[in-house]
C-alpha cells in the first residue's frame, strides 16, 4: 500500500512541480462544469449576518454553502485551494487579489493540516473567504483528504489536530504518517461548527468501492462530497472513479455537494 502510495504521490509531485514553474497553470473550472450556462449565486447572502466565531455553530457558512449550485462552482466560488501556508505556491493576499479579479464571489483556502492562514493574517476580514481546511486521514487502508468548511478556527481542539511543523503541512512523505481517522477529523470540524466534506473522492484508491466508502464515512457523521473537481487535468493519473459515480453517490447518500480546483498555484 505504502509503496503505491509512494509511487503515485511521486507523480502527484512531478504534477505540482510543472504547475508552479507555470506550465499548467490552470484555469477555475474543471472539465467536468464545462457545458454549464453561466448565472448568479443561487441565493443573495449577507456577510453581515454570520455570527462571530466566539458563539457555537457558524450555521450561516453552512446555509451559504448549501445554497451554491453547479454553475456558482462553474463561474464564481472556488472552495479548495491551497497557500504557501502548506503547498501552494501563491501567499493569501495573492490569492484573494488574484480571485477577486477574476471575479470570483466567494473562496475557502483549504491549506494542508493548519489553520495559519487565518491565525496568522487577517484573511478572515476578507468579505470573500469562507474559512477551511483540508486533513489527512486514514480510515482502514484508505488514505483520504477531509475538508471542513464553515469552522471556528481558534477552536482549540480543531487546532490540536492540526501539524506542528510547516513539513507536516506539505511534505507528503510526512502527512502521510499522520493516521489521523475520520472519526476524529470529522467530530473536530462539527465541534468548531463546521461541515466535513470528503475531497476530490476520484482520487481516492478505494478497494471495497467509493460507495461503501461513502457510506461508512456518512455514518462517522460526512456531510458533504467534492463532486466539481477538475479530475480530468488535475491528478489525471489517478482517477480511480469517475466524476459521474462521485455525483451520484452525492445524491443517494444526501450529501452537500460542493467545487473546488484543489489550485496549488495562482488563480490567473
Ligand atoms: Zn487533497
Ligand atoms: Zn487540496
Not at 131 to 149: K, Q, S
Not at 233 to 245: D, E, L, M, Q
Amino acid at each position: 500500500m505504502f509503496i503505491i502510495y509512494f509511487s503515485i504521490n511521486k507523480i502527484f509531485e512531478q504534477e505540482r512541480g510543472k504547475r508552479k514553474k507555470g506550465k499548467g497553470k490552470r484555469k477555475i473550472v474543471g472539465c467536468v462544469l464545462r457545458t454549464a450556462k453561466t448565472n448568479a449565486l443561487a441565493k443573495p447572502f449577507n456577510r453581515s449576518t454570520v455570527r462571530p466565531f466566539n458563539q457555537k455553530m457558524t450555521d450561516n457558512y453552512i446555509e451559504l454553502i448549501k445554497s451554491f449550485t453547479k454553475d456558482d462552482y462553474e463561474n464564481n466560488v472556488n472552495l479548495h485551494i491551497h497557500s504557501t501556508f502548506s503547498d501552494g505556491g501563491v501567499n493569501v493576499n495573492e490569492l484573494v487579489e488574484q480571485a477577486k479579479k477574476k471575479g470570483l464571489k466567494y473562496i475557502a483556502i483549504c491549506d494542508h493540516n493548519t489553520l495559519n492562514a487565518y491565525l496568522q493574517t487577517d484573511l478572515l476580514k476578507e468579505e470573500i473567504v469562507i474559512p477551511a481546511i483540508e486533513f489527512d486521514c486514514w480510515f482502514g487502508t484508505v488514505f483520504l483528504h477531509m475538508l471542513g468548511y464553515g469552522v471556528d478556527v481558534n477552536n482549540k481542539d480543531l487546532q490540536k489536530l492540526c501539524a506542528k511543523t510547516k513539513r507536516g503541512t506539505e511534505a507528503d512523505w510526512v502527512r502521510i504518517f499522520s493516521f489521523k481517522h475520520p472519526r476524529t477529523v470529522i467530530n473536530a470540524i462539527h465541534n468548531a461548527g463546521g461541515i466535513a466534506v470528503l475531497a476530490h473522492p476520484a482520487c481516492c484508491f478505494t478497494p471495497t468501492g467509493l460507495d461503501r466508502l461513502v457510506k461508512n464515512l456518512v455514518k462517522l457523521g460526512l456531510d458533504g462530497i467534492e463532486v466539481y473537481y477538475p479530475y480530468t487535468r488535475h491528478r489525471r493519473i489517478v482517477k480511480f472513479h469517475s466524476v459521474h459515480a462521485v455525483e451520484k453517490i452525492g445524491k443517494k447518500y444526501n450529501l452537500i455537494m460542493t467545487g473546488g480546483t484543489d489550485e496549488h498555484g495562482s488563480l490567473e
